[in-house]
């Protein structure tokens, strides 16, 4: 406990602050204050009401105003606070608003109506999460369509990837063949191509294949990475060549070795693409802007682009999809944070 | 021993987990197992390596090689045909086309302008944020380097953002840059008047550079961190022995220490920046009119958004794009270069 104290108070000088540490620690927290707030303001902004997100000055917190059923009054009516005449306090429903006249009831005795000056008024508000946020896009749009796209690319693409690009792997850190360099090169080569200098070709063969509007058409551009295929091939380099030698003493046929022996003892390297991949699917955005022009065949990125065109005014709707968007996003690194960060430090990218 | 018992039952059930994606893999393995086999006996065991090989490159060749190629065909090409053998041969017509300008300086002047705007607007965007970027990820890699509290907390504030994606990212700001938004319920409250960030062109610039180093500054951050660390902790104990002043072993030792890392990040930073696209193109969507028009919000317009795709335009902006992409990694390659040597 002592050490861990510490530990967590240790400074270049113990004992006394030097400017820098304080300035350190400045910059942290307006770190976390510009990292952490936005993405916290999307999260509470989702819960609130249409009404809710209209106000201005915004509220802190998802706050609706309190409704309550009277008796005669088919809707629920607002609550107000309103200061009487005589300048008692009470709390009463509105029925309508008739110009600058509130025409009101009192809950507990409807009967009865009350005319106030609408400035005399406040409204009586409650914390509320507004859940219909998230459920009604579920029945009123495609969105659970995008949802489903979205893990079928991102699960079916990574699966393809992990497979092809460590048999390639294999064959270049096991092997001595002839055309090595060439096959190496070339690989280096497509690591400085990016889609969006070859957009157009991709998309005339992807035409030719006749897989425009289906997910095909997403996944397999970007199935074969020279990023996988270089970070799981310095992996393999590392693994001994005894193992492999004995394993074909013994009989093993080569894709016994790649598929029993090798694979398993690349599972580190492994995780590491599939994490990258699954990240790179789940956020891919040009390329299937470009090539899926059909509702039916949208990812959620996509969906929720045209979402944004679409329902100006519903920040209430689009909010919370992009919510449920960042969510599988936000899992992943919390459980895989540090398979990321050592991943990027040691191959440099993304 | 009793301690130790949740712990073979956590693995058990983690092998569980890995089990319902192995086993229909293992079983299509299996399956594979005999036809490679029977070719691993036709061929040889030494030119298995091609059989490994083949599933990558036809994808390469099919995705990456073959449309390189058909870009070229494309830009030389006219017509509004998809199919090459549609397409008639034009020459150099596209780029005389794209580049036919009264002066580079002004957009205006060119009859493509969009595609000049584009230029101007990615140059711009480029500058202002791969300095920032940079200058940004190097105090925070400096300051999460220091001996803090709750350093990997602090990693992950920065880092995260990286893994959110641009339609993510750029609703998120765009929910706090409107009209109504946070950012000016704070102005507002201070006695300001609202301002239209999106729709003032200066603003709008502002705020895709802001935006997007907000979103990428953690992965540059990761990569000067690591050189970072890499600097030998004695180092830094002789100057302070010799009671160095702080700006100075920073000056000295840490930065050109540094220096490898430091063009790693410049010149990823300036590839990425020119291929800007994402982020801009959900936050402004180009505008307000082309303020925010990339060059790669161009090439994506000309050849699917727009009322008459023109595919041969769009591939000749592409191929200028590449030149400028190919001429970035070169110069790359002789910066990573001098760091092997060094």
Same mark, same amino acid.
């Given at each position: 406990?002592?050490?861990?104290?510490?530990?967590?108070?240790?400074?270049?000088?113990?004992?006394?602050?030097?400017?820098?540490?304080?300035?350190?620690?400045?910059?942290?927290?307006?770190?976390?204050?510009?990292?952490?707030?936005?993405?916290?303001?999307?999260?509470?902004?989702?819960?609130?009401?249409?009404?809710?997100?209209?106000?201005?000055?915004?509220?802190?917190?998802?706050?609706?105003?309190?409704?309550?059923?009277?008796?005669?009054?088919?809707?629920?009516?607002?609550?107000?606070?309103?200061?009487?005449?005589?300048?008692?306090?009470?709390?009463?429903?509105?029925?309508?608003?008739?110009?600058?006249?509130?025409?009101?009831?009192?809950?507990?005795?409807?009967?009865?109506?009350?005319?106030?000056?609408?400035?005399?008024?406040?409204?009586?508000?409650?914390?509320?999460?507004?859940?219909?946020?998230?459920?009604?896009?579920?029945?009123?749009?495609?969105?659970?369509?995008?949802?489903?796209?979205?893990?079928?690319?991102?699960?079916?693409?990574?699966?393809?990837?992990?497979?092809?690009?460590?048999?390639?792997?294999?064959?270049?850190?096991?092997?001595?063949?002839?055309?090595?360099?060439?096959?190496?090169?070339?690989?280096?080569?497509?690591?400085?191509?990016?889609?969006?200098?070859?957009?157009?070709?991709?998309?005339?063969?992807?035409?030719?294949?006749?897989?425009?509007?289906?997910?095909?058409?997403?996944?397999?551009?970007?199935?074969?990475?020279?990023?996988?295929?270089?970070?799981?091939?310095?992996?393999?380099?590392?693994?001994?060549?005894?193992?492999?030698?004995?394993?074909?003493?013994?009989?093993?046929?080569?894709?016994?070795?790649?598929?029993?022996?090798?694979?398993?003892?690349?599972?580190?390297?492994?995780?590491?693409?599939?994490?990258?991949?699954?990240?790179?699917?789940?956020?891919?955005?040009?390329?299937?802007?470009?090539?899926?022009?059909?509702?039916?065949?949208?990812?959620?990125?996509?969906?929720?682009?045209?979402?944004?065109?679409?329902?100006?005014?519903?920040?209430?709707?689009?909010?919370?999809?992009?919510?449920?968007?960042?969510?599988?996003?936000?899992?992943?690194?919390?459980?895989?944070?540090?398979?990321?960060?050592?991943?990027?430090?040691?191959?440099?990218?993304? | 021993?009793?301690?130790?018992?949740?712990?073979?039952?956590?693995?058990?059930?983690?092998?569980?987990?890995?089990?319902?994606?192995?086993?229909?893999?293992?079983?299509?393995?299996?399956?594979?197992?005999?036809?490679?086999?029977?070719?691993?006996?036709?061929?040889?065991?030494?030119?298995?390596?091609?059989?490994?090989?083949?599933?990558?490159?036809?994808?390469?060749?099919?995705?990456?090689?073959?449309?390189?190629?058909?870009?070229?065909?494309?830009?030389?090409?006219?017509?509004?045909?998809?199919?090459?053998?549609?397409?008639?041969?034009?020459?150099?017509?596209?780029?005389?086309?794209?580049?036919?300008?009264?002066?580079?300086?002004?957009?205006?002047?060119?009859?493509?302008?969009?595609?000049?705007?584009?230029?101007?607007?990615?140059?711009?965007?480029?500058?202002?944020?791969?300095?920032?970027?940079?200058?940004?990820?190097?105090?925070?890699?400096?300051?999460?380097?220091?001996?803090?509290?709750?350093?990997?907390?602090?990693?992950?504030?920065?880092?995260?953002?990286?893994?959110?994606?641009?339609?993510?990212?750029?609703?998120?700001?765009?929910?706090?840059?409107?009209?109504?938004?946070?950012?000016?319920?704070?102005?507002?409250?201070?006695?300001?008047?609202?301002?239209?960030?999106?729709?003032?062109?200066?603003?709008?610039? *502002?705020?895709? %550079? +802001? @935006?997007?180093?907000?979103?990428?500054? $953690?992965?540059? #951050? !990761?990569?000067?961190?690591?050189?970072?660390?890499?600097?030998?902790?004695?180092?830094?104990?002789?100057?302070?022995?010799?009671?160095?002043?702080?700006?100075?072993?920073?000056?000295?030792?840490?930065?050109?220490?540094?220096?490898?890392?430091?063009?790693?990040?410049?010149?990823?930073?300036?590839?990425?920046?020119?291929?800007? *696209?994402?982020? %801009? +193109? @959900?936050?402004?969507?180009?505008?307000? $009119?082309?303020? #925010? !028009?990339?060059?790669?919000?161009?090439?994506?317009?000309?050849?699917?958004?727009?009322?008459?795709?023109?595919?041969?335009?769009?591939?000749?902006?592409?191929?200028?794009?590449?030149?400028?992409?190919?001429?970035?990694?070169?110069?790359?390659?002789?910066?990573?270069?001098?760091?092997?040597?060094?």
């Amino acid at each position: 406990m002592n050490r861990i104290a510490r530990m967590a108070t240790a400074r270049r000088n113990p004992g006394h602050w030097h400017w820098t540490d304080i300035a350190a620690y400045a910059y942290l927290g307006l770190g976390v204050v510009l990292m952490f707030g936005p993405v916290l303001w999307l999260g509470l902004s989702s819960f609130k009401t249409q009404a809710g997100l209209l106000e201005f000055p915004p509220s802190l917190l998802p706050m609706s105003q309190k409704e309550v059923r009277v008796e005669g009054h088919a809707q629920p009516l607002p609550l107000f606070e309103v200061t009487m005449e005589d300048g008692s306090k009470r709390v009463l429903a509105q029925v309508r608003r008739i110009g600058i006249q509130a025409q009101m009831v009192d809950p507990a005795n409807p009967g009865q109506s009350i005319r106030v000056p609408i400035d005399k008024r406040t409204p009586v508000r409650e914390f509320k999460l507004a859940t219909e946020n998230y459920t009604e896009p579920l029945e009123r749009f495609a969105f659970m369509r995008f949802l489903w796209n979205s893990v079928f690319v991102t699960v079916v693409a990574t699966l393809i990837t992990l497979v092809i690009n460590s048999m390639a792997a294999y064959a270049l850190s096991i092997y001595e063949f002839r055309g090595k360099t060439a096959v190496m090169l070339m690989v280096i080569g497509t690591l400085m191509i990016p889609i969006t200098i070859i957009l157009v070709p991709v998309y005339l063969v992807i035409t030719e294949l006749g897989l425009v509007n289906s997910l095909w058409a997403v996944i397999l551009p970007g199935a074969a990475t020279p990023t996988g295929v270089f970070l799981l091939r310095q992996y393999m380099l590392t693994l001994p060549r005894d193992l492999i030698e004995a394993a074909r003493m013994d009989k093993a046929s080569e894709w016994q070795i790649y598929w029993r022996i090798v694979m398993p003892l690349a599972m580190p390297a492994l995780a590491v693409l599939a994490i990258f991949s699954i990240m790179w699917r789940w956020n891919e955005f040009l390329w299937p802007l470009a090539v899926l022009t059909k509702t039916e065949a949208y990812t959620l990125q996509i969906g929720l682009n045209a979402f944004q065109g679409e329902l100006q005014t519903q920040w209430h709707y689009l909010l919370a999809m992009t919510v449920v968007t960042l969510l599988p996003v936000a899992l992943v690194f919390v459980f895989l944070q540090r398979f990321i960060t050592t991943g990027i430090a040691n191959t440099g990218m993304k | 021993m009793a301690s130790d018992a949740p712990i073979p039952a956590a693995q058990a059930e983690r092998a569980g987990a890995a089990n319902l994606f192995a086993a229909p893999l293992a079983v299509l393995m299996r399956l594979i197992d005999r036809p490679m086999q029977v070719l691993q006996r036709l061929i040889g065991e030494r030119r298995m390596a091609y059989v490994f090989l083949l599933p990558n490159l036809v994808f390469f060749s099919l995705f990456v090689f073959l449309p390189l190629i058909i870009n070229f065909v494309f830009s030389v090409t006219g017509g509004a045909g998809l199919f090459p053998s549609e397409r008639p041969y034009v020459g150099a017509q596209q780029y005389a086309y794209l580049f036919d300008c009264g002066s580079f300086l002004d957009p205006s002047s060119c009859r493509e302008d969009h595609f000049w705007r584009g230029v101007s607007n990615t140059a711009r965007f480029t500058v202002f944020q791969v300095t920032a970027m940079v200058l940004f990820s190097l105090l925070t890699a400096v300051v999460l380097n220091m001996k803090i509290k709750a350093r990997g907390f602090f990693r992950a504030v920065y880092f995260f953002p990286v893994l959110l994606s641009p339609v993510v990212v750029a609703l998120t700001w765009k929910w706090i840059l409107q009209r109504d938004g946070l950012l000016n319920a704070a102005i507002t409250s201070l006695g300001g008047e609202r301002i239209l960030f999106l729709v003032d062109p200066s603003w709008a610039m *502002f705020w895709i %550079v +802001f @935006v997007s180093i907000w979103a990428h500054m $953690g992965f540059y #951050t !990761l990569i000067l961190l690591a050189g970072l660390q890499a600097i030998p902790a004695d180092l830094y104990e002789a100057a302070e022995m010799d009671a160095t002043p702080r700006w100075r072993v920073f000056w000295r030792i840490t930065l050109p220490l540094l220096w490898p890392n430091m063009i790693v990040v410049i010149v990823l930073a300036l590839i990425r920046g020119v291929q800007t *696209f994402d982020e %801009v +193109f @959900v936050l402004t969507g180009g505008g307000p $009119g082309t303020a #925010t !028009l990339m060059v790669v919000h161009y090439i994506y317009e000309t050849a699917f958004a727009n009322q008459v795709q023109n595919f041969g335009l769009a591939a000749a902006a592409s191929v200028v794009l590449g030149v400028v992409l190919f001429a970035l990694t070169l110069a790359q390659l002789a910066a990573s270069r001098r760091k092997g040597a060094a």
